[in-house]
C-alpha cells in the first residue's frame, strides 16, 4: 500500500523512481515513522484498564508486522488481541469482511462491538457496514459526513479512552442497595 502510495505522490510531482528505490524509500519511511512514536503515558495506562474490562483488537490496512511494532514502541504490548490486517488477507477496510472477522475472532457480535476511528470512509462507514458501533475521533469541529453518523465523536483517543472507561467502571460498579451487610446480610443504606 505505501509503494503504491509513494509511487502516485511522487509520479504526481514528475518523479520516477525504480523498484529498488521506492523498496528503499518505503522501508525507510516506516523506521523514520516508528521512531516518531513518543506514547502519551496516561493513554497507556487507559488503554491498560480498559483492556482488563473488554478485549480490545486492532483491524488495520498496514501490514501486521509493522503494526504489531507499533504496538510495541508504544508500550501495548499484549493489550490487544488480535491485531488484524486487511493485507494478510488482500481484504482492505472498509470491506466489511475484515471486520466480521475482527468480531468472529474476538467471539463478539458485531452489534455489540465497537469500533474507534479517524477515518471517515474506512474507520466509520466500514465499522457501521459491519454492524459495529462507530466512534469517531476528530480533532477537529467539522459537520458529519455524508452516511452513518457514529454513535459518539471524540477529540482524541484519550479523550474516547476515558469515556469509556468511566461507563464500563459505571455499569459494573454494583448497586449499593444490593451489597450485603457485613454483619447481618440485609441491605445497607447508600453511603
Given amino acids: ?34 521512531d516518531t512514536l513518543h506514547p502519551d503515558p496516561h493513554l497507556i495506562q487507559l488503554l491498560q484498564r480498559l483492556a482488563s474490562y473488554v478485549p480490545l483488537a486492532v483491524i488495520s490496512n498496514g501490514p501486521t508486522t509493522l503494526q504489531r511494532e507499533k504496538l510495541t514502541r508504544a508500550g501495548l504490548d499484549g493489550l490487544f488481541d488480535p491485531v488484524l490486517c486487511g493485507l494478510d488477507d488482500g481484504v482492505r477496510k472498509p470491506d466489511p469482511h475484515l471486520y466480521s472477522r475482527g468480531c468472529s475472532t474476538l467471539e463478539t457480535p458485531p452489534g455489540r462491538c465497537l469500533y474507534v476511528g479517524d477515518d471517515w470512509t474506512n474507520d466509520i462507514a466500514g465499522a457501521h457496514q459491519a454492524g459495529l458501533h462507530p466512534i469517531w475521533i476528530q480533532p477537529d469541529i467539522v459537520p458529519l459526513l455524508t452516511g452513518p453518523a457514529p454513535i459518539a465523536r471524540f477529540p482524541t483517543i484519550t479523550a474516547c479512552a476515558s469515556a469509556l472507561l ?19 446480610g440485609s441491605r445497607t443504606e447508600a453511603p
Fill in 166 to 184: 468511566q461507563h464500563l467502571q459505571a455499569s459494573r460498579r454494583p448497586s449499593a442497595e444490593h451489597l450485603p451487610s457485613p454483619l447481618t
Fill in 1 to 34: 500500500i505505501r509503494r503504491h502510495v509513494w509511487n502516485q505522490a511522487l509520479a504526481a510531482c514528475g518523479l520516477h523512481l525504480t523498484s529498488g528505490q521506492l523498496h528503499r524509500l518505503v522501508a525507510d519511511f516506516g523506521i523514520r515513522q516508528l
